[in-house]
């Protein structure tokens, strides 16, 4: 897509050489015009760039939101299924615990310290969420891209009046 994108701009830039070398050549434009329309190009081009990084930016960072809250959900249905592991071998370790056996004692530190492990898990899910996706969502809808889009259109209107 980008390819595609670079090829338009490049015959969009040829077009318009095109245009003002057959004009410069009827007496339409002086040297000084076309100057200004080089530098007018440049302006156009560079506004084009910024409007293709800030959505690429945004595409990548709506892609790790998305990716992050698929994180999310699959640890969140994990920490459920350990969480649930955990309390039945703390129940196994305190229920045979009176019979002295070494297999009620080994399940009950494990189910121990499952829960511990996923009461931590559950913090770092929590962290992420708050810490890395929400920012990011932000940052999706945010200023800087609408900034460079609007500013994109609002110059092709005003070159296209001005051609026209």
Request: one cysteine or more; proline letters at 1%; glycine letters at 6%.
């Amino acid at each position: 897509m980008e390819a595609i994108k670079k090829q338009a701009t490049k015959l969009r830039e040829q077009v318009a050489k095109q245009q003002q070398a057959v004009l410069r050549h009827l007496g339409h434009f002086s040297n000084e015009d076309v100057t200004v329309d080089e530098a007018d190009l440049q302006c156009h081009q560079k506004l084009q760039d910024l409007y293709s990084s800030t959505k690429a930016a945004k595409h990548l960072q709506r892609n790790i939101v998305r990716g992050i809250e698929g994180f999310i959900a699959t640890s969140s249905k994990l920490i459920e299924i350990s969480r649930k592991l955990a309390d039945d071998c703390c129940k196994y370790g305190v229920e045979d615990q009176n019979t002295g056996s070494s297999l009620a004692k080994a399940a009950l530190h494990f189910g121990n310290s499952h829960k511990s492990i996923e009461d931590e898990r559950e913090t770092l899910l929590g962290i992420l969420g708050e810490q890395v996706s929400e920012p990011l969502r932000a940052l999706i809808t945010g200023a800087p891209l609408e900034d460079a889009r609007h500013l994109t259109h609002r110059y092709d209107r005003f070159r296209q009046e001005v051609e026209a």
